[in-house]
């Protein structure tokens, strides 16, 4: 175990060439955004192109690629289809007039097949992000029993039937991927219950980052959140080995482990602890990957950096105002800092 020094850091940050176009610095394919998290598809996605990314395109909902477009002229637009409004039955013994009733109530749910829409996104990608606002495990579908019961039609909760689809389609990716937020907890979800589709057990795929919080990767290895806070460094590298992947846990002194090399990130504070931060994390992570860094790499830069912004902003407005989208101004100051030092 190391502490992350500055001077390492700065031998990280990947070379600007200047006989360059915008593909030489990478493409991110941001999967992400929700009904009710649009902020988090604006905030990974813009993050990444701070952090250097050279083009990044947003996959999402209609109504998620509308909000953030209408944020940023920056991100390309890429929107899928969704799952329509369901009627079903409600009483069968009703009346016709009387016995449907409105089952949906998500109209941005991500259809299954809206995988075929992006089979070219995944090939033409440098790093692929997934998860921040995605909203997977969240239901936004109430469906009465006695509905199911008389109904053939297959539950999918919120975007949960098309990540598994989308899971599935990752698997023999040779990308850089970034999971966050639910795609974490649907994975936890897959790793604890037989699997229903097939005997086929879906693992993160090769060159995985994963970021979880504290009780993210509680669900992930199964046990209490007090055991990972009393020995962070351990459950991070364990995590790191179980699951093949580099492990970022998020917290006061992130641990950046790949099972092998684990560092203690020193930059960050407590500013930090505000809703949409690891989203921004998680586009600088994806930012760094697609210029060509190694996974481990790449989670020991994002996570300096994306420290440092919280220092810096701190330092501007104090601890109690910094918000997820000041860190996006500070990724420039946070770079320009480093390469002073």
């Keep these: 175990m190391q502490i992350l020094s500055t001077q390492y850091i700065k031998t990280l940050l990947p070379p600007r060439q200047d006989n360059s176009h ?26 990444a192109l701070r952090m250097g990314a050279g ?14 477009s209408g944020l940023t002229p920056n991100i390309v637009m890429h929107p899928l289809l969704t799952r329509p409004i369901v009627y079903a039955k409600i009483n069968p013994t009703m009346p016709e007039s009387m016995s449907f009733g409105l089952q949906s109530i998500d109209t941005e749910s991500i259809d ?15 790093v692929i992000t997934v998860g921040s606002g995605l909203s997977i495990a969240q ?13 053939n039609m297959e539950i999918v909760e919120g975007n949960h039937g098309f990540f598994f689809a989308l899971l599935g389609a990752l698997q023999t990716r040779s990308q850089s991927m970034v999971f966050d937020a639910d795609a974490l907890n649907f994975m936890s979800h897959r790793l ?20 979880p919080h ?20 351990h459950y991070a590298t364990k995590a790191a080995q179980q699951f093949r992947a580099v492990v970022v846990l998020k ?23 505000k809703a949409g931060t690891g989203d921004v994390l ?9 210029q060509g860094m190694s996974p481990f790499n790449a989670a020991c830069l994002g996570v300096f950096l994306h420290g440092l912004c919280g220092d810096l902003a701190a330092s501007d407005v104090s601890n109690y105002c910094v918000l997820a989208s000041d860190l996006i101004d500070y990724i420039p100051k946070a770079i320009k800092h480093l390469l002073t030092l």
Excluded: W
């Design 55 to 68: 083009y990044v395109t947003l996959a999402s909902s209609p109504g998620v690629c509308q909000s953030v």
């Design 214 to 233: 504290p009780k993210e990767l509680a669900r992930l290895l199964n046990i209490d959140v007090a055991a990972i806070q009393a020995d962070r460094v």
């Design 282 to 290: 998680t586009g600088m992570i994806g930012g760094c990957c697609a």
């Design 139 to 151: 239901s936004k579908d109430e469906y009465i029993a006695s509905a199911t019961q008389t109904s």
């Design 112 to 126: 299954v097949k809206a995988l075929t829409q992006i089979h070219t996104l995944l090939e033409k990608a440098s």
């Design 22 to 47: 915008k593909l030489t610095f990478g493409h991110v394919l941001n999967i992400a955004g929700s009904i009710n998290y649009r902020g988090a598809a604006y905030l990974s996605s813009v993050a």
């Design 251 to 273: 917290g006061h002194h992130s641990v950046i482990s790949n099972g092998d090399s684990t560092f203690i990130n020193p930059t960050g504070n407590n500013a930090l602890a």
């Design 192 to 211: 604890h219950q037989p699997p229903r589709q097939s005997n086929t057990p879906l693992l993160f795929p090769k060159n995985s980052i994963i970021t």
